[in-house]
């Protein structure tokens, strides 16, 4: 099982820039993919971006590509998004989570999750 706790959000002007953070427990993240996802209200929850164990891949949505970017360090069982450029489309709650299986990618991720940190952009 995985701990998940995501940092960071707030509220914030369109064109500015906000870096997220996720901490681990120790046990479960240098060895699996770990990934960002949010939830806006009333929509589904949507992955976000994705990193390798190693860092080597990485995969953005597309409504984030070129201004987002998934950064982690194993060494401080932390993941990090760095968010630029931010629009009132990406106001939502931001959760992190690890895949189960695999270390490439986050398709399978756990069923429990933290309590996400909130990000809100104004026009």
């Known amino acids: 099982q995985v701990q998940l706790v995501e940092s960071g959000g707030g509220l914030v002007q369109a064109g500015g820039s906000l870096t997220l953070s996720c901490l681990a427990s120790?046990?479960?993240?240098?060895?699996?993919?770990m990934g960002w996802f949010r939830q806006a209200p009333g929509k589904e929850r949507e992955l976000v971006a994705t990193?390798?164990?190693?860092?080597?891949?990485?995969y953005y949505a597309d409504s984030v590509k070129g201004r987002f970017t998934i950064s982690r360090d194993n060494m401080k069982n932390t993941i990090y998004l760095q968010m630029n450029s931010l629009k009132p489309a990406d106001t939502a709650v931001y959760y992190c989570?690890?895949?189960?299986?695999?270390?490439?990618?986050?398709?399978?991720?756990?069923?429990?999750w933290g309590q996400g940190t909130q990000v809100t952009v104004s026009s």
């Open positions: 989570n690890a895949d189960r299986q695999s270390g490439v990618v986050v398709t399978d991720p756990y069923d429990d």
């Open positions: 120790e046990a479960h993240f240098s060895t699996y993919a």
């Open positions: 990193i390798s164990w190693n860092s080597d891949y990485r």
